[in-house]
């Protein structure tokens, strides 16, 4: 059964940002155009998946949902830091604490985003991921 390809955005805990989307003709130069022509984006071929740098994982996740109407976007945070003034003072999507960013930044990581589920998974000790679907267009 051949059928759409299922696209979606992973933020692990370390380490570069997920995208599932297909390899094709015209992706990397599209990642570049979203994202500034400075991004190294990494096809990895083995996983057949796209890596970038953590810092465009809002930017990825929004130019996505603007450009198929719909997004699954995946956080994982640790259970170990604490929320603290730092995360309350955040300029960044970058959050990893107990929270799941809902106070980071005063406006949470998903601020502007229609949250539709939260899912809890438990993945390795003390980590926590949450799940987001990112709406656009006639969808929300």
């Known amino acids: 059964m ?6 979606g955005v992973w933020r692990p805990v370390v380490g570069r940002v997920v995208i599932k989307m297909p390899y094709a003709p015209g992706n990397r130069a599209w ?8 991004i190294r984006p990494t096809w990895n071929k083995d996983l057949g998946r796209w890596e970038i740098a953590r810092n465009h994982f809002g930017s990825v996740v929004e130019a996505l ?9 995946y956080m994982d945070f640790t259970c170990i830091e604490r929320c603290d003034s730092r995360c309350k003072a955040a300029r960044s ?7 799941l960013g809902k106070n980071h930044g005063q406006g949470g990581v998903t601020h502007g985003w229609k949250l539709v589920s939260d899912t809890l998974e438990i993945k390795v000790t003390g980590v926590k991921r949450r799940h987001i679907v990112v709406l656009r267009g006639e969808s929300v």
């Open 93 to 99: 999507r970058e959050c990893n604490c107990v929270c």
């Open 31 to 38: 990642l570049k155009d979203v994202l500034g022509d400075r």
């Open 2 to 7: 051949s059928g759409k390809p299922q696209y």
């Open 65 to 73: 949902a603007d450009r198929l109407g719909r997004i699954d976007a």
